[in-house]
């Protein structure tokens, strides 16, 4: 998708804190000659209460990074923390546990269950945990994801860049350490895009959430407080209060 999203002003300042480490992270498919090494010792921090966007070539090993970040996949070596928990140390029922509590996924695909309402569709989070709904946090959230008159609908009754802002606000409910978005505006058109965009900063700005997001487009990145950019599975550098042409020209430098 070639987006035109508007690029939004510098942010504030985000908690020194972490929220998850990486340290020392290699993750290796295959073995002997066929062996893909898709991180290669990655080290790096994603700040608490801050918007982080990770970008690189095709086969930069991003999307992998995310993945081990948010403990979908394994690592090879190295470890990762989130918050005080090292999820690299967890076996799979205590993986499950910390996903379903601490952590938030949007995804390129909506994944909203059909039969559902927005509203049912953003609670079922917590219906799964069985938590009580905190109705002040989810009237806040509603209120920034725009959709209070669109609850009782069902997806094939809203737009695209409504059924993805469902999709955010179903992430944002549980109060998740981190929420993780994976190409969350591939499938928008431009204006789609920006309204997610613009609604998953202001979760970071209004609500103190981190979010950590790839993505190819240099004006997505743009919403951004920092980008952190891999190639072949390593980290080669990173952009501080980012804009589209300075993201573009590290793209190009890259090979992407």
Known sequence: ???????????????????????GVSKVYGSGDAAVHALRGVGVAFARGAFTAIMGPSGSGK???????????T??????VLG???????GDRQLTMLRRDRVGFVFQAFNLLPTLTAEQNILLPLDLAGRKVDRSWFDQ????????DRLKHRPNELSGGQQQRVACARALVARPDVIFADEPTGNLDSRSGAEVLG??????????????????DPVAASYADRVVFLRDGSITSEIVGPTPDAVLDRLKSLGA
């Open 141 to 148: 959230v509603v209120d920034v994801v725009g959709l209070r």
């Open 63 to 73: 999307s992998t990074l995310m993945h081990c970040l948010a403990g979908l996949d």
């Open 75 to 80: 690592v090879s070596g190295g470890r990762i």
């Open 1 to 23: 998708m070639t987006s035109t999203f508007t690029s939004p002003p510098g942010g504030a300042p985000a908690s020194a804190v972490p929220a998850v480490v990486a340290e």
């Open 84 to 90: 005080d928990a090292e999820i690299t140390a967890m």
């Open 199 to 216: 609604f998953l900063r202001a979760s970071v700005r209004e609500m103190g959430r981190t979010i950590v997001m790839v993505t190819h």
